[in-house]
């Protein structure tokens, strides 16, 4: 361990996380952060998270204190914040761990900073901002972001958290040599399906829920459900969520344009609706381009449906597990595996979406998830050995 920085183990920990924003609901970090912070805190650990403007309106997220600081006029786009450079400055000099989620914004930076001469951890998740589909965006900003400060900030950290097996090749695959932690996200785990969720008589729905962007490969799924719709009669498809930029018009577009019949299009859902959105469908697809985790996989899986998604997700166990369909990304893949998911009655279906579940609960509870976080922590702060989650470089 770093000398500089020195050791002390604490078995009730003061934990400071940052993401730059948790207000925009359908990304999974504003998700997957908070409820890592309120099972952290469930544990019995002091948290905080430190966000920039605008804040969520509401915070669910009991025994996590959230503080929201400004934005600066300057560097807006990149979320930069004198108030949370200052307070994360301030964290470090008596937080056991600072964890830092995301790159290439600002409050990405901060971080490797303020612990600069601390006894404080620097644990930092790179939340998928590593894919080469990622990088493919803005590849210009990001390649001078990475020369003049971004690689710096995680060789200056501690360990790295990846939430799979694929992310932490990502990882690797920077040229980072740092510790890694493969720790999954984890899930809310909902009561069971309310009565009257499906209701009877209607179609049978194969549901997309999530933001409307290139990567997510909707460009692929609309002209494949337009050879699957004639054959499938009783099934309608319904896709869910915020668009970015003009790619939601292009998909709808798309889809008028290939004669589609039977697509729905809804905003986006959040809370208990979005729950009672997974309740009502009977099949869930994700034709991904690139995910580092997927959390509407998850949550899809937990509310007891199973799942269709390509191998740009980090899904292998859904066809170990029973749950679901995990297949290379191309039409005619895609367009097979819903065709044999369709075509399984309704109890066959609900099946693989108990098995699913049932998977969720043994492996993706948001407890058992802050538990192995925990320990890296600890193993951090010297108390404690090297958790078989963490992978030295």
Same mark, same amino acid.
């Given at each position: 361990m770093d000398g500089e920085r020195g050791i002390a183990t604490?078995?009730?920990?003061?934990?400071?996380?940052?993401?730059?924003?948790?207000?925009?609901?359908?990304s999974g970090p504003s998700n997957s952060v908070p409820a890592l912070c309120a099972a952290l805190a469930r544990l019995g650990h002091d948290v905080r998270l430190h966000?920039?403007?605008?804040?969520?309106?509401?915070?669910?997220?009991?025994?996590?204190?959230?503080?929201?600081?400004?934005?600066?006029?300057?560097?807006?786009?990149?979320?930069?914040?004198a108030g949370l450079r200052r307070a994360l400055r301030a964290e470090a000099a008596s937080a056991d761990v600072l964890h830092s989620h995301g790159l290439w914004l600002l409050p990405n930076l901060y971080p490797a900073r303020a612990v600069r001469g601390t006894r404080c951890r620097l644990v930092t998740s790179p939340r998928g901002t590593l894919s080469a589909v990622a990088l493919g965006f803005s590849r210009r900003t990001?390649?001078?972001?990475?020369?003049?400060?971004?690689?710096?900030?995680?060789?200056?950290?501690?360990?790295?958290?990846?939430?799979?097996?694929?992310?932490?090749?990502?990882?690797?695959?920077?040229?980072?040599?740092?510790?890694?932690? /493969?720790? =999954?996200?984890?899930? $809310?785990?909902?009561?069971?399906?309310? @009565?009257? *969720?499906? &209701?009877? +008589?209607?179609?049978?729905?194969?549901?997309?829920?999530?933001?409307?962007?290139?990567?997510?490969g909707l460009d692929e799924l609309v002209p494949v459900w337009r050879q699957l719709e004639s054959e499938f009669a009783d099934w309608q498809l319904v896709i869910v969520g915020p668009g970015e930029g003009s790619h939601l018009d292009e998909i709808r577009e798309l889809a008028r344009a290939s004669?589609?019949?039977?697509?729905?299009?809804?905003?986006?859902?959040?809370?208990?609706?979005?729950?009672?959105?997974?309740?009502?469908?009977?099949?869930? /697809?994700? =034709?991904?381009?690139? $995910?580092?985790?997927?959390?509407?996989? @998850?949550? *899809?899986? &937990?509310? +007891?449906?199973?799942?269709?998604?390509?191998?740009?997700?980090?899904?292998?166990?859904?066809?170990?597990?029973?749950?679901?369909?995990?297949?290379p990304l191309d039409r005619d893949a895609l367009g097979a595996a819903l065709r044999e998911a369709m075509s399984l009655a309704p109890d066959a279906l609900a099946q693989k979406g108990a098995a699913g579940r049932a998977w969720m609960r043994q492996a993706f509870a948001w407890d058992k998830v802050a538990g192995d976080m925990q320990e890296v922590y600890r193993w951090?702060?010297?108390?404690?050995?090297?958790?078989?989650?963490?992978?030295?470089p």
């Open positions: 604490f078995p009730r920990m003061l934990l400071a996380h940052t993401v730059s924003n948790v207000a925009i609901e359908a966000t920039v403007a605008p804040g969520p309106t509401t915070w669910p997220h009991a025994g996590v204190e959230h503080v929201v600081h400004p934005k600066s006029l300057l560097l807006r786009p990149l979320w930069g914040s990001k390649q001078a972001m990475w020369a003049m400060a971004q690689r710096a900030a995680l060789e200056a950290s501690d360990c790295l958290h990846a939430t799979s097996i694929a992310e932490q090749e990502e990882i690797l695959a920077s040229g980072i040599r740092r510790p890694v932690a /493969v720790i =999954p996200n984890g899930v $809310e785990i909902p009561d069971e399906r309310p @009565a009257g *969720a499906r &209701a009877a +008589g209607r179609l049978r729905r194969l549901l997309f829920l999530g933001r409307i962007h290139p990567k997510k004669g589609c019949r039977r697509v729905e299009f809804r905003p986006p859902a959040h809370g208990d609706e979005k729950s009672r959105l997974f309740w009502s469908a009977d099949l869930f /697809v994700l =034709p991904t381009r690139n $995910e580092n985790f997927g959390m509407a996989v @998850a949550e *899809a899986l &937990a509310h +007891g449906l199973p799942v269709v998604t390509t191998r740009g997700a980090p899904w292998s166990g859904l066809e170990s597990n029973g749950a679901g369909w995990w297949i951090l702060r010297g108390d404690g050995s090297r958790p078989s989650s963490v992978s030295e």
